[in-house]
């Protein structure tokens, strides 16, 4: 049966997540979906060419499909035919607690800000994975009165934000995620109260000790030379 996650009515929040080939990790963001306490959501799927089941997996579960592209594109794309006055951004390969949404929307909309994120944890139960996003974590709360940063599989924002600030830098190719951050700042960052569940997968394709030299490196060029445009290191 065709599961249904939003309404006739205009939607308040429109969820964009960005594939290419999730036939894995898409159903377990929209169970997680599903099971949310708050309903006035609608789904927007910006696929990439995938070539497995992404596309009919996001149909069965009454997904709105767009094509997407690299994530900046993609991001984008979903966002522009979004019908909520708010947007959160997801990465296919999270998950959410079940009051995710309504915790963290009704805080952030309280708020005024324009920008939100929340803390990471790795769906995993390894130690040293649980250590790495406490560090990641930390060093969020650390620059966010200076330069916020907010990752890609969880970022809430206005629809007016993003339009002032004109969406993604779509010539970014590294950490736009954050960059959309910093430029969103001025209209107000805010920390959310529920965390979000991502997956381990790019750890155990790459190594932990290679990813993180990635995110160390890419970090510190973008923040003290200028944003990545041009590729440092191989990162898909």
């Known amino acids: 049966n065709k599961v249904i996650l939003f309404y006739d ?8 997540i960005i594939t290419k080939n999730e036939e894995k990790y898409l159903p377990i963001l929209l169970k997680s979906l599903k099971k949310q306490t ?9 696929d990439f060419n995938s070539k497995d089941k992404t596309r009919i ?7 709105k499909i767009v ?4 994530a900046s594109k993609a991001r ?8 909520g006055k708010y947007l959160l951004f997801l990465d296919a390969d999270s998950r959410l607690p079940e009051n995710f949404i309504e915790t963290n929307l009704n805080e952030f909309i309280k708020s005024g800000k324009g920008i939100g994120t929340v ?10 994975y649980i250590i790495f996003y406490k560090i990641y974590d930390l060093w969020v709360r650390l620059l966010s009165k200076i330069i916020p940063h907010s990752a890609g599989c969880s970022i809430f924002t206005t629809k007016k934000v993003f339009k002032k600030i004109k969406g993604f830098d779509e010539s970014v190719i590294f950490a736009e995620d954050h960059d959309y951050a910093k430029r969103a700042k001025k209209y107000g960052f805010i920390i959310l109260p529920i965390h979000i569940y991502t997956s381990i997968r790019r750890f155990e394709k790459e190594g932990l000790l290679k990813v993180a030299f990635k995110i160390v490196y890419g970090g ?17």
């Open 67 to 70: 094509s997407g592209g690299k």
């Open 38 to 46: 708050y309903k006035n959501f609608e789904i927007i799927v910006a």
């Open 119 to 128: 803390e990471v944890r790795p769906d995993s139960n390894k130690l040293v």
């Open 220 to 236: 510190f060029f973008r923040i003290f030379i200028k944003e990545v445009d041009k590729p440092l290191f191989k990162y898909d």
């Open 76 to 83: 984008n794309n979903g966002a522009r035919v979004s019908k």
């Open 57 to 63: 997996i996001a149909k069965k579960y009454g997904c």
């Open 9 to 16: 009515m205009k939607p308040e929040l429109s969820c964009i």
